[in-house]
C-alpha cells in the first residue's frame, strides 16, 4: 500500500486515487452537449488527470478522441512548418487515418497555402474521413504552446473558427475541442489587434471536498474510527489541492511504517497533532530542500520570473496576509496571481490557496523577496514602520532619482507608488528651500562686492572682475541644478499621476497632473517629450474621470447617502453613528450625533425634515433648520436598515432585520406592518403612483404594496438561493427597478410583469437607483463599477471605482451628477458624463462602425445582434441574425444598411432594422462592404481575396481575384462611382473600375492595411496600416503625405465633413487629428482599450470604437477649443475649497487660473 497514492503526473484512469470532483461531470456533459471547452488552472490540479479520464470515457462510449500533448511535438528549435505537421500527425495516428492519409503526400499537394489554410482543410478532410462521427481534441499543456518561437495566434483563431462555421456547415457540429493549461483566454492569441479567444465554456477546477476525498482514507492503513478525522486534518492543511493531498497522505503511510503498531493506531483526538507534525517536519521545515516532487518551488519561481512585475504580485499578497481583504476584480495581476497557484477566489475575494501555502511563503519570506528586489528597502521598511509618517525615511537626491530609474517600467505596489511621490514631493520642498537660501546668500554677496567696489581703486578692477565672474559660475550652477531637480519633478508628477489614474484614485491623479502643468509653466524651457507626456496625463484623465469631489470627515465607512430633493443639499449615514449634512459643494453644514450605526437616511419631499434607520432597530427624523431630534421610533426588533417617504410627505416606511416592513406617521405612530418576507427588509421604496410601496428582502423576493398595505405581486430574484438588496421606483411610479446576488438589474412594471434584464455586472447588485429624468439607470456592484444605463437596457457608461460600492444617489436637478459610498469613510461626488464626450457600452469587441449620412444614426457590434443608436443613445433599430456581424456601412442615400460578417453573410437592411435580402457569393467571412455613391451597388472583400460587387437588388455583377489570395479588409467606392479601391493584408491598395477592371496596385504599406477612407471631393484615399502609419494618396499611386508619431498598429482613418482633416485609430489607446500636409492637430486619449474604428459625423462629431466594446461620441467643436488646465481647476475646485485632507499648499494650486464651467 506504500505505493497506493500518485504524487505527481497525470493519474491513470482507473487508478484508485482519482477522486471524481463536480468538474468531471461538468466537462463530460458540456462535452457531449458539444461545447467547447477550457479548463485553465494552476499547476497539479489536476487538469492532466482529468482530460485522460474524460478522454477513456469518451472512447468506451465510442466516440472518436484525439489527445495532442503540446509539449510531446516539441518547442524548441522547432519552425512553424514542422510543428502544424506534427500537429496533423498527431491528429491522424491518434483518429486511425495514418492508413488512409499520406500526411507527407497531402502536406506538398497544399504547400501552397498558409500554415492555417492547410490545416484547417485537414480537418474538413478529417470530418469527411469520419462521416456521422463526433471528433473531439483534447489541447494538454496549452501554456507550453504560448512559448514557441513564433505566433500560434492563427492556431486559436482557427479553433475559433471551427466554432463560429457550425452556423453554416453541419459537418463541424460533430467536431469538439477541449483546451487545457496554466493560461487565461486573453493568452491564447497574442496580438491585441485581433478578434479575442471569446469562445467556449469555463470548466473550473477546484480542491478536493472531505466528502470526495473520502476514498483517500483506504491507503492509510489506520483504524476506521479517526480514517475521516485524520482526512479532515490533511484537508485543514491542503484545501483539498490534489498534490499537496496526495503527498500528505503518502508521507503519513511513510511516517507510519516506522511505527511499531500495524496498522497504525492514532488515539481519538490525536489525529490533528500526528497531521500537524508531519506536515511540519516533512513539508515545512527546510521546504525548499524537501520539495520533491517540485511543487512549492514551481509557485516561488513562477511569483519571481518577471522582476518588473513581482513587486506587484507580492504587494498584493502581502496585503492580504496583513488582514486587508482583496475584492477579485479580473486584473492582470490577479490573473497570474491565480494561475501562480498562491491564492483563490473564494466569495468574490482573494486568499491563499491554503495553510501550507500560507505558511511556507509567509510575511517574512515575502519581505525578503521585496528587500531583495527594492534598491530601498531599507528605507521604504522603516517608513512602513513609522506607519508612513516619518518623512526622514523619504527617499531625496540621488538615491530618489536611482528608485525611479529602476521603478520605470515596472509594475509595483500602491505603496511603492506612494512612498517614491512622497519621496518627489519633499525632495522639492527641500529644493525650494535650499534655493531661496542661496538666492538670498548669492544677494548678500553681491551687495559686498558693490560696497566693496566703491571702496577701492581702479586698478583693483580686474580683481572684482573675477570674484564677479566667479560668483555668476556659481549661480549659473545653482539654476542648473534647479532646472534638472524641477524636470525631475514634472516626470516623477507625471508617472504619478497616470499611476493614480490607472488605479481609479481621480482625484489624485488630476490633482498631479496640474502640479505638473503648473511646473512646467515655471520653467524657462522644457523638453518636447515632457510637455508631450504632462500634456497626455492631463488630457486623458479630463477626458475620462468622474470624481468632482469627496466628502471626508466620519471616522466609520458610509452606509448611507442622498440628496435632498432640491439637489442642494447630501446628507451620509456612517458606522460611527453619526450622519452628517453637506451643501452639494461639499461643504459640511452639520453632524447630527446618533446612539448606534446609521444604515438608511431620506429627505421630506416637502419639509426640512431627514429620517435614519440604525442598528439598534430605532428610527429618527430630525429637523433641519432647527438641528434638533424630533421623533425616535423603535420601528424594529433587531436592525432598522432603511426608510423612505412617500412622495407626498404623509407618511414614512422603514425596513427591518424582523422579516417585516412597517409604515409610519410622521409623528411616530405606526399604520401598517408588511409582513410576508422570509428574511430580512434590505431596501424599501415608495412610488409616485397611488403611493405604492416596494420592499427587497434577503430571501430574493421583492414584494409591493398599496399603502394600506395589500399585497400586490411578489418579483422573484433571478438566482436560485440569492438574496435582493436593491430596488427603486422611477419618478413617474410605473418601473420597479431590483438588484441582488444574481448580478442582473430586473426592470418590472407594477403587476409584476418583467420588462426588462440588464447584464453586465459580475458580482452583487448593491443599489440601483433612477434619475428623475426617468430614462437613466445607475447601478452599483462589488464588482467595483458603477454602470450608468437606459431603461431599454443600453449600458452608456461604466465607471471603475477603486473599492467596492454600496449605495448611491442621483441629484434630483442634474441627471448627470451622482453620489456614491462604499468601504471607505468618504462619500464621492461624480459627474458620469461630461459635455465633452458621451459613450455607449456595446459589451463586443468592436471591428468596424458606420454612421448615416444625416449623422444621426450609428451602428456597431460583434454579434448576431446589433443595434442601431440615436446620437441621444436610444437604440432606433435591432438587426437580428444567425451569425456573426461585424462590418457596416449606410447607403449614402440613407435608406439602406449592409452588414456582412462570418460565413460570407452579407445582408441588406433597411434603416428601420427591417430585412431585405442575402446578397450571396462569398463563402468566408467578409470584412467590409460598402455602398456605391448612387446608393445602386455593394462591393465586398472577404478572407479569401475576392471581391464581389452586387446590385442592391441583390444581382452579382462582378466576382474579381484581388491581393494575391490575402485577406482583404476594406473596400471604399469614389464619390463618382467610377471607381473603388480596396485595401488587403498584403500591404497594398488595388485600384479598381467600374467594369471590375484593376487599373493599378499600390504598394502602399509593409503589412496589413487595416483602416480606409475616401476624401469627400474624390481626390485622395486615406490608409492605416500595422506599421503604425497612415497615409495619403491620389488615385494614380502619389503619395501625397504620412501621418507618423502612433506607437502602435492603426485600425481606422477618416476625413472630416469638409475633407479638411484626416483622424486615425490606433491601438496605441490614441486618436490623432491631422492637418492633410501631415500636422498633428490634436491627440484624443481613450480610457484603457485600444482603439478599434474611427468615423466622422455629417454634423462634425467624432465616433470612435475600441476593442473593449465602448462607442464614444466626441464634442469636437468643445474638445478644440478647451483649455485643459483651465477645465481640470474648474472641475476640482470644490474639492479644493471643502475637503478637509487636501493639502494647504494644493489649495492655491489653481490661483490665478481663469476656469471655466466644465458642466
Known amino acids: 500500500m506504500a505505493n497506493y497514492y500518485q504524487i505527481g503526473g497525470s493519474l491513470d484512469y482507473q487508478a484508485p486515487t482519482y477522486i471524481e470532483r463536480q468538474a468531471d461531470k461538468e466537462l463530460y456533459s458540456a462535452l457531449l452537449a458539444g461545447d467547447f471547452c477550457y479548463i485553465f488552472n494552476s499547476r497539479q490540479m489536476g487538469k492532466s488527470s482529468l482530460m485522460v479520464r474524460s478522454w477513456h470515457r ?159 482514507g483506504q491507503g492509510l492503513k489506520i483504524q476506521t474510527e479517526n480514517t475521516q478525522a485524520i482526512l479532515q486534518e490533511v484537508l485543514n492543511w491542503t484545501n483539498g489541492q490534489p498534490f499537496l493531498t496526495q503527498k500528505v497522505c503518502q508521507l503519513l503511510v511513510t511516517s507510519s511504517q516506522t511505527a511499531v503498531n500495524d496498522p497504525l493506531n492514532i488515539p481519538l483526538g490525536m489525529e490533528k497533532f500526528w497531521v500537524d507534525s508531519v506536515v511540519r517536519d516533512q513539508i515545512l521545515t527546510h521546504w525548499e530542500s524537501q520539495d520533491e516532487p517540485e511543487h512549492l518551488r514551481t509557485i516561488r519561481d513562477r511569483l519571481l520570473y518577471d522582476d518588473r512585475r513581482t513587486g506587484r504580485l507580492l504587494g498584493i499578497y502581502q496585503r492580504w496576509l496583513e488582514g486587508q481583504t482583496i475584492p477579485t476584480d479580473d486584473s492582470r495581476d490577479q490573473i497570474d496571481l491565480l494561475l501562480s497557484g498562491l491564492m483563490v477566489q473564494q466569495q468574490g475575494n482573494l486568499c491563499a490557496k491554503n495553510r501550507i501555502y500560507e505558511t511556507v511563503f509567509n510575511l517574512e519570506w515575502i519581505q525578503r523577496q521585496l528587500t531583495a528586489l527594492r534598491p530601498y528597502s531599507e528605507a521604504f521598511n522603516a517608513w512602513v514602520a513609522s506607519k508612513q509618517i516619518d518623512e526622514s525615511r523619504l527617499l531625496r537626491g540621488q538615491a530618489l532619482h536611482d528608485a525611479q530609474t529602476w521603478a520605470r517600467g515596472k509594475s509595483l505596489s500602491d505603496l511603492d507608488y506612494r512612498f517614491l511621490a512622497l519621496g518627489q514631493e519633499q525632495e522639492q520642498i527641500e529644493i525650494q528651500r535650499s534655493l531661496d537660501l542661496e538666492k538670498a546668500e548669492a544677494a548678500k554677496r553681491t551687495t559686498r562686492l558693490q560696497r566693496i567696489l566703491l571702496g577701492i581703486t581702479s586698478g583693483a578692477l580686474a580683481i572684482v572682475s573675477l570674484l564677479g565672474a566667479a560668483a555668476f559660475l556659481q549661480y549659473q550652477r545653482a539654476i542648473a541644478s534647479e532646472q534638472t531637480a524641477r524636470l525631475n519633478e514634472v516626470q516623477a508628477l507625471i508617472s504619478s499621476a497616470e499611476g493614480q489614474f490607472a488605479s481609479h484614485h481621480e482625484l489624485e491623479a488630476l490633482i498631479d497632473a496640474i502640479r505638473a502643468k503648473r511646473r512646467l509653466q515655471e520653467l524657462e524651457q522644457a523638453p518636447t517629450e515632457l510637455t508631450v507626456a504632462a500634456d497626455r496625463a492631463l488630457n486623458q484623465i479630463i477626458y475620462w474621470m468622474s470624481e468632482r469631489n469627496r466628502l471626508s470627515g466620519h471616522e466609520g465607512h458610509v452606509l448611507g447617502v442622498t440628496y435632498s430633493p432640491d439637489g442642494e443639499l447630501i446628507a451620509t449615514a456612517s458606522g460611527d453613528q453619526t450622519v452628517k449634512l453637506w451643501a452639494k459643494n461639499g461643504q459640511l453644514l452639520h453632524t447630527f450625533a446618533g446612539n448606534a450605526t446609521t444604515f438608511g437616511i431620506a429627505f421630506h419631499p416637502h419639509l426640512p425634515l431627514l429620517a435614519a434607520t440604525n442598528l439598534d432597530g430605532s428610527l429618527q427624523i430630525w429637523h433641519l433648520e432647527s438641528k434638533t431630534l424630533l421623533q425616535t421610533i423603535q420601528a424594529h426588533e433587531g436592525a432598522a436598515w432603511s426608510v423612505a417617504f412617500s412622495p407626498t410627505g404623509e407618511f414614512l416606511v422603514s425596513g427591518g432585520a424582523d422579516h417585516h416592513a412597517r409604515v409610519w406617521t410622521l409623528d411616530g405612530n405606526l399604520l401598517k406592518t408588511l409582513s410576508g418576507h422570509q428574511s430580512m427588509v434590505w431596501q424599501v421604496a415608495v412610488g409616485a403612483i397611488e403611493q405604492t410601496i416596494a420592499s427587497a428582502s434577503l430571501d430574493n423576493t421583492a414584494k409591493v404594496w398599496t399603502a394600506d398595505g395589500e399585497l400586490l405581486s411578489v418579483l422573484p430574484g433571478p438566482l436560485d438561493g440569492g438574496s435582493l438588496w436593491s430596488l427603486a421606483f422611477n419618478a413617474m411610479g410605473n418601473l420597479l427597478a431590483t438588484g441582488g446576488d444574481g448580478e442582473v438589474i430586473q426592470l418590472w412594471n407594477l403587476d409584476g410583469n418583467l420588462s426588462k434584464t440588464l447584464e453586465g455586472h459580475t458580482k452583487r447588485i448593491e443599489d440601483v437607483a433612477f434619475a428623475a429624468d426617468g430614462a437613466t439607470i445607475a447601478s452599483a456592484s462589488l464588482d467595483r463599477t458603477l454602470w450608468i444605463w437606459g431603461t431599454d437596457g443600453s449600458p452608456w457608461r461604466i465607471l471603475q471605482i477603486p473599492g467596492d460600492i454600496r449605495e448611491l444617489s442621483f441629484s434630483p436637478t442634474d441627471v448627470q451628477s451622482i453620489v456614491t459610498t462604499g468601504t471607505q469613510n468618504t462619500a464621492q461626488l461624480r459627474q458620469w458624463e461630461t459635455p465633452l464626450l458621451k459613450t455607449i457600452f456595446l459589451n463586443d469587441e468592436i471591428w468596424d462602425l458606420a454612421i448615416s449620412p444625416q449623422g444621426d444614426r450609428i451602428i456597431s457590434g460583434d454579434s448576431s445582434t446589433v443595434n442601431v443608436w440615436d446620437t441621444e443613445r436610444n437604440i432606433a433599430a435591432t438587426l437580428q441574425t444567425d451569425t456573426i456581424l461585424f462590418g457596416f456601412d449606410f447607403s449614402p442615400d440613407g435608406q439602406m444598411i449592409a452588414t456582412s460578417g462570418h460565413n460570407g453573410t452579407l445582408k441588406l437592411w433597411t434603416q428601420e432594422g427591417r430585412f431585405l435580402r442575402d446578397l450571396e457569393g462569398h463563402q468566408l467571412q467578409i470584412w467590409d462592404a460598402a455602398f456605391s455613391a448612387d446608393s445602386q451597388r455593394v462591393v465586398a472583400g472577404a ?217
Not at 482543410?121 to 483534447?138: E, S, T, V, Y
Open 58 to 216: 469518451l472512447q468506451e462510449e465510442g466516440y472518436r478522441c484525439a489527445v495532442i500533448d503540446v509539449t510531446n511535438i516539441g518547442s524548441d528549435h522547432i519552425t512553424p512548418e514542422q510543428w502544424y505537421r506534427g500537429l496533423m500527425g498527431t491528429l491522424a495516428l491518434q483518429f486511425g487515418l495514418r492508413k488512409t492519409i499520406d500526411i507527407r503526400s497531402w502536406w506538398e499537394a497544399h504547400s501552397h497555402l498558409s500554415l492555417t489554410q492547410i490545416l484547417s482543410q485537414f480537418i474538413d478532410m478529417l470530418l469527411a474521413q469520419c462521416p456521422d462521427q463526433r471528433l473531439f481534441i483534447f489541447i494538454d499543456e496549452v501554456d507550453s504552446l504560448l512559448n514557441l518561437p513564433f505566433s500560434v495566434d492563427d492556431f486559436f483563431a482557427l479553433i475559433r473558427f471551427c466554432y463560429n462555421r457550425r452556423t453554416v456547415e453541419p459537418a463541424y457540429q460533430r467536431l469538439t475541442f477541449a483546451i487545457f493549461g496554466v493560461a487565461a483566454p486573453a493568452d491564447l492569441i497574442a496580438d491585441k489587434q485581433r478578434t479575442p479567444f471569446n469562445i467556449g465554456r469555463a470548466i473550473m477546477l477546484t480542491g478536493f471536498s472531505l466528502e470526495e476525498a473520502a476514498s483517500l
Open 943 to 1159: 478572407e479569401d481575396g475576392s471581391i464581389r460587387v452586387w446590385t442592391v437588388e441583390g444581382d452579382l455583377i462582378q466576382t474579381l481575384d484581388g491581393h494575391d489570395g490575402q485577406r482583404i479588409y476594406r473596400v471604399a467606392f469614389s464619390p463618382d462611382n467610377q471607381n473603388f479601391v480596396s485595401a488587403g493584408s498584403d500591404g497594398t491598395l488595388q485600384i479598381w473600375n467600374a467594369d471590375g477592371n484593376r487599373l493599378h496596385t499600390i504598394e502602399a504599406h509593409d503589412t496589413d492595411i487595416f483602416g480606409l477612407a475616401v476624401s469627400p471631393d474624390g481626390q485622395f484615399i486615406a490608409s492605416a496600416s500595422a506599421d503604425r502609419t497612415a497615409r495619403l494618396w491620389r488615385w494614380d499611386g502619389t503619395l501625397v503625405s504620412t501621418f507618423e508619431g502612433h506607437t502602435t498598429g492603426l485600425f481606422g482613418v477618416d476625413f472630416s465633413p469638409d475633407g479638411h482633416m484626416v483622424a486615425t485609430a490606433s491601438a496605441d489607446n490614441t486618436i490623432t487629428l491631422w492637418t492633410l500636409d501631415g500636422k498633428p492637430i490634436k491627440t484624443l486619449y481613450g480610457k484603457d482599450s485600444g482603439f478599434k474604428s474611427v468615423k466622422f459625423s455629417a454634423t462634425g462629431e467624432l465616433v470612435t470604437a475600441t476593442e473593449d466594446g465602448t462607442l464614444t461620441l466626441w464634442n469636437l467643436e468643445k474638445i478644440l477649443a478647451l483649455n485643459e488646465l483651465e477645465y481640470a481647476c474648474n472641475w476640482i475646485a470644490d474639492y479644493l475649497q471643502t475637503n478637509i485632507d487636501v493639502v494647504e499648499s494644493d489649495r492655491t494650486l489653481c490661483k490665478d487660473i481663469t476656469t471655466v464651467n466644465p458642466s
